[in-house]
T-cell receptor
């Protein structure tokens, strides 16, 4: 089945450590996105990528980094510079980014807790 | 940029009643309007969407209406069931937009 796979589902981190969240899609989508969701809150865009080897900052990029070396993969690193990293992280993809209005599909999310 | 507002933030209905969630958008270039359902601890799932060339779309108990002139669109759920309880998000995107713009979400509680 085609879809978006996020891992790990749960992750615990000590303060000062970097962690990387994985996102893989086999939908052959060009565009991929990372969102952050805090309890009872909406979706805030961290980074997005419309094509391989290119990505743009979203609304809350500080303390995060991404790479897009392969079409199917868009890992997110939460760095020690992120002051409040405990949150639910969602990866998404769509067939086209800047041009077109293809459907946006989400993964099941990764819950990061900083101890 | 685009701004999407969603109301109400919480909605409680009795099983079997209808539920309506409303969203407004600001940019007339938006032409695609999806609705997502998010259950606790899971990723949002697309439940219905509408493009600007139609005014209404139905899928069983769920319908979406779009008023381009007024720049608002609504989700209608009829004959609600307890399993409809979740958080619902609306979104908007235009052909030349780099990203989707989301509403702040509505927590729907269907009481048995």
């Amino acid at each position: 089945d085609g879809g978006i796979t996020q891992s790990p589902k749960y992750l615990f981190r000590k303060e000062g450590q970097n962690v990387t969240l994985s996102c893989e899609q086999n939908l052959n989508h060009d565009a991929m996105y990372w969102y952050r969701q805090d309890p009872g809150q909406g979706l805030r865009l961290i980074y997005y990528s419309q094509i391989v080897n290119d990505f743009q900052k979203g609304d809350i990029a500080e303390g995060y980094s991404v790479s897009r070396e392969k079409k199917e993969s868009f890992p997110l690193t939460v760095t020690s510079a992120q002051k409040n990293p405990t949150a639910f992280y969602l990866c998404a993809s769509s067939i086209a980014g800047g041009r077109g209005t293809g459907e946006l599909f989400f993964g099941e999310g990764s819950r990061l807790t900083v101890l | 940029g685009e701004n999407v507002e969603q109301h109400p933030s919480t909605l409680s209905v009795q099983e079997g009643d209808s539920a309506v969630i409303k969203c407004t958008y600001s940019d007339s270039a938006s032409n695609y309007f999806p609705w997502y359902k998010q259950e606790l601890g899971k990723g949002p799932q697309l439940i219905i969407d509408i493009r600007s060339n139609v005014g209404e779309k139905k899928d069983q108990r769920i319908a979406v209406t779009l008023n381009k002139t007024a720049k608002h669109f609504s989700l209608h759920i009829t004959e609600t069931q307890p399993e409809d309880s979740a958080v619902y998000f609306c979104a908007a995107k235009g052909y030349n937009f780099n990203k989707f713009y989301f509403g702040s979400g509505t927590k729907l509680n269907v009481k048995p």
